[in-house]
């Protein structure tokens, strides 16, 4: 019996038979990369501007993914703006997926007059505006997907997590009538113990907090993620992706380095093709593939992000508070490993998610 098959939305043709773009390895590239200049896009946060912040080095931004046996289209940003035309796209989750989306942003906008673009922030939503193609790309804070005590976009460093169950029409009904939808959600969830899951509403007097596995909360939210879906996406005009675990560096160690470093300075990738962080919980990865089906595309960018330990935001970005002298003696000890700089390796997430949009 021959299987029917569905054209996905959006799709103009297919990645090569047995390519898997995920497998592969980085290639030194100047003649290609990067996309774009840092201080051609004025929409990077100071957070990600690493370049104006002082790192020395431009290394991290010539590199290029190159998957095993096959090779992949160039991202091809005046196809992607026309396919945007009179859409909308959103990203939601936390600020690893807020800089993805200021990433496509970057990767877009040179196309668009400067007097038919704009930025606005409404609360959790970050709107980009390109007028003339009546089209917006969307930044939607939410961390856990799921209504949490950490929902504010500005102040939410809380150190005792909660996520409400069943919740994910809370932040859902500010998604609907999106055409594509870029969800993540990992970091937040992994705190090292149970996880604080509120049965209820906030507004209780009396809350009920169960505690339950970072595993078993994990697979809730994205269970629930998963009907939002069903109920909110057309599979025949809509895409949904979900961006996998975005790894972090703080122990050198594990990649051969010396005791008590972490990403500050790296400016290499890592080399070892089966280099596997502790930082990456492969728990969650189960998770997902226990949940996760079709219609949704899942990058899978883990593997090939952990090989990226030099392409780090590190000491490289705006301060959030005043560095102590202790910390200015010893930068390790205020270096970001979690986040990255722009133009980078986001650039790469978005690539393979423009791969996968028109060559699945």
């Known amino acids: 019996m021959k299987l029917k098959t569905v054209k996905l939305a959006f799709s103009i043709g297919k990645t090569e038979d047995g390519c898997d773009v995920f497998n592969g390895r980085w290639v030194w590239d100047p003649l290609s ?22 790192r020395p080095d431009r290394d991290y931004q010539f ?50 007059p400067d007097n038919a673009k704009s930025m606005e922030t409404f609360g959790s939503l970050t709107v980009f505006t390109a007028k003339d193609y009546n089209s917006t790309i969307e930044f939607y804070w939410a961390p856990f997907l799921l209504e949490s005590n950490s929902d504010d976009a500005v102040v939410h460093r809380i150190s005792d997590r909660v996520v409400r169950k069943g919740s994910i029409n809370k932040h859902g009904k500010h998604w609907e009538g999106v055409d594509i939808i870029v969800f993540n959600t990992y970091l937040w969830w992994i705190t090292g113990a149970d996880f604080n899951i509120l049965h209820g509403s906030f507004d209780d007097e009396v809350k009920e907090i ?11 939210a994205m269970k629930s993620m998963l009907k939002w879906v069903d109920k909110n996406m057309d599979p025949e005009r809509t895409r949904v ?8 560096h703080f122990k050198s ?6 005791p008590n470093e972490n990403c500050y300075n790296q400016t290499q990738p890592i080399e070892d093709p089966n280099y596997w962080g502790s930082d990456c919980n492969k728990s969650i990865m189960k998770v997902i ?13 883990t593997q090939l992000s952990l090989y990226r330990k030099d392409a780090h935001t590190s000491i490289y970005k705006k301060q959030w508070s005043p560095l102590t002298p202790q910390q200015i003696a010893n930068p390790i000890t205020y270096a970001d490993c979690t986040h990255w700089c722009l133009p980078g390796l986001q650039d790469t997430w978005n690539h393979l998610l423009f791969v996968k949009l028109f060559y699945p």
């Open 63 to 112: 590199w290029r993914w190159q998957p095993y046996g096959c090779s992949i289209p160039s991202f091809n940003a005046s196809l992607m703006l026309e396919t945007l035309r009179n859409k909308r796209m959103m990203y939601v989750g936390d600020s690893l997926n807020r800089g993805q989306y200021v990433s496509m942003v970057c990767l877009l906008h040179s196309l668009i």
């Open 253 to 258: 160690l594990e990649w051969g380095g010396r």
């Open 289 to 301: 593939e226990d949940v996760f089906r079709k219609p949704l595309t899942f990058l899978n960018i």
């Open 33 to 54: 990369r990067p996309l774009y200049q840092e201080p051609e896009c004025p929409y990077i946060q100071p957070q990600l501007t690493c370049q104006e912040h002082g």
């Open 241 to 248: 992706f979900f961006t996998g675990m975005s790894p972090s």
């Open 210 to 220: 169960v505690q339950v596995s970072t595993e078993d909360a994990y697979r809730m």
